[in-house]
């Protein structure tokens, strides 16, 4: 079974929308918080949202803030990334994993990730 199963990328125009899907299994799900990372061609993963459930705290990478928005079900084990006003320099492969916030940056708990969802925005 799928641990992490991304969900929702695709094809878009700049200044468009998509809304990614994160669905974790039962057992990796985290109680904690999760978020999302993304990856760009040549280039490393890099943080871009999270949430923590217990007190609904979001954060952002500096360049998605006010463009994009973090959301999840813990009931589902599903968590969102609406993403509005999309700029080519979003194009990468978008992953989602639990994580864990260390000092003022957000880190992936687990070194397993999903296959991820490509987002490709047109200029």
């Known amino acids: 079974q799928a641990q992490l199963v991304e969900s929702g990328g695709g094809l878009v125009q700049a200044g468009g929308s998509l809304r990614l899907s994160c669905v974790a299994s039962e057992r990796t799900f985290s109680r904690h918080a999760m978020g999302w990372f993304r990856q760009a061609p040549g280039k490393e993963r890099e943080f871009v949202a999270a949430?923590?459930?217990?007190?609904?705290?979001?954060d952002y990478a500096d360049s998605v803030k006010g463009r994009f928005t973090i959301s999840g079900d813990n009931a589902k084990r599903t968590v969102y990334l609406q993403m509005n006003s999309l700029k080519p320099e979003d194009t990468a492969l978008y992953y989602c994993?639990?994580?864990?916030?260390?000092?003022?940056?957000?880190?992936?708990?687990?070194?397993?990730w999903g296959q991820g969802t490509q987002v490709t925005v047109s200029s």
């Open positions: 949430i923590r459930w217990r007190d609904s705290l979001t």
């Open positions: 994993n639990t994580v864990d916030l260390l000092g003022s940056r957000w880190f992936p708990e687990r070194d397993r």
